[in-house]
């Protein structure tokens, strides 16, 4: 028999106080995951959730980040316990990046259909982010963000060493938590050697180089975060990423 407490508020609930808000079940799920907690009642709620219940996370940004990058790091921790065999796969940028993380209002997400179609407002990965997908699902164009954070590269943990440190995001407060997160990974990870005239930078500032604005982006968004001073323009150059599996990566 199902839990009767697995559809409270779920029709219409959208007050982010409640323990059966969108933004509550994903930190929830998330919290789960760090802990060691049955996941299972959480991903229940996420599944059978209503159209009215998720309004916000469509309608408002800050509500739409904060519920995305919870539920992004919660699916790769779920991936990473319970099938880390497809990290480990040579294929894994189909099986484990594709495979279904977590569902959604009865719709299967994977790490990918979150990043890329919903965050990253449906561009795609394999150009650099200087362009959009030309076709996505009807949830992906219904709650993708319409342009993409580039701080998200720096909230975003999809397994690897050389990602972030997982913190948990709320809505109200959410662009100041990716402000942290974006300060705290450049200033362990960037370098800049001012009499080569040369600034070493995550890999994602590649990988996702249009999301930044190009090079002239990236570094005035280095400047941004004082990671080279404010008169420097340096050239870029990318560092290498550590893809060794590291699951429970949570920030102290």
Not at 36 to 63: C, I, K, N, S, Y
Request: charged share 30%.
């Amino acid at each position: 028999m199902d839990d009767p407490s697995a559809t409270a508020g779920v029709a219409g609930e959208s007050d982010d106080d409640t323990q059966s808000s969108p933004t509550a079940v994903a930190r929830a799920l998330l919290s789960a995951t760090r802990v060691g907690e049955d996941p299972d009642p959480q991903l229940h709620r996420l599944a059978r959730f209503g159209d009215d219940a998720l309004e916000r996370v469509r309608t408002d940004r800050r509500t739409a980040l904060a519920f995305w990058v919870n539920l992004y790091n919660a699916g790769t921790q779920l991936l990473l316990s319970r099938r880390p065999e497809l990290y480990e796969s040579p294929l894994r940028f189909v099986r484990f990046f594709r495979a279904t993380a977590v569902t959604v209002a009865g719709t299967d997400l994977s790490l990918d259909d979150i990043e890329n179609n919903i965050l990253r407002a449906g561009r795609s990965k394999y150009t650099l982010g200087y362009t959009r997908k030309l076709r996505l699902d009807p949830f992906s164009r219904r709650y993708r963000l319409p342009e993409p954070d580039p701080r998200i590269h720096f909230a975003l943990n999809c397994g690897a060493a050389s990602c972030p440190a997982i913190r948990f995001y709320e809505p109200d407060d959410v662009d100041d938590q990716l402000d942290l997160a974006t300060a705290l990974y450049l200033d362990d990870t960037v370098s800049y050697d001012p009499e080569a005239g040369v600034a070493r930078v995550p890999r994602v500032c590649l990988w996702f180089r249009g999301d930044f604005g190009g090079g002239d982006g990236i570094r005035e968004f280095l400047r941004r975060y004082d990671a080279i001073p404010a008169d420097a323009a340096p050239r870029i150059r990318y560092l290498p990423w550590d893809w060794s599996r590291a699951g429970g990566k949570f920030a102290e």
